[in-house]
């Protein structure tokens, strides 16, 4: 989805009517990221970098991909860094939510540690959240909680990801129960209570993974 003329930042907004951790008049109720109005070769706007883990900061730059099916420039973390500890985040500025639902397109291109791409629900900062992580070298999709920095897998699937193509990985969060989807299939559900509150949402990868990724979307669900 696109917004209404060109923007140097492409959020979608609405005006809110849930009850969040900010006032709702200043809090969005969806958000839309598809990085057209972002220069190519710098960070992103409109996202904060945060890393869980060991290793270097995280270098995420706004990059051109025409095979990007939601246009040409998407977003990447380019270190590419071994450090197997290592979880680069880049975590939306001005959205909260408890209950929310969460889409991204993704191509997982090159890594020999990994090949992830994640997506973070219910952040409250670089040593807790949910992530919900597709992984092209080894065929699998999981879900973990991460609590003091320590990451625990509670759900998942072995299913192919393909390499060097674009697909969808969804997360929603509503109550207890976490859904993950990808390319609009319902692979498994779980239910956790580690965080009931509401949080930040983003994107999240894994060492040295070349992912790139495009049409961010978070909604927040009545």
Known sequence: MRSPGPMRRRFVLAASTVALARPAAAQPRRVVQDFEGAPVGAPPPGFAVALTGDGPPPRWVVLEDASSPAGPRVLAETSRDRTSTRFPLAVVEGFEARDVAL????????????????LVARYHNARNY??????????????????????VQFAGLDTRVPRDRWQSLGLRAEGDRLEVSLDGRVLFAATDRTFGGAGRVGLWTKADSLTHFDALEARALA
Do not use: I, M
Request: hydrophobic share 40%; no cysteine.
């Open 103 to 118: 889409a991204v397109r993704f191509r997982p291109l090159d890594g020999r540690v990994d090949q992830a791409a994640g």
């Open 130 to 151: 949910y992530v919900a992580r597709a992984n092209a070298l080894e065929d699998n999709v999981r879900l973990y909680r991460v609590v003091d920095g320590r990451r």
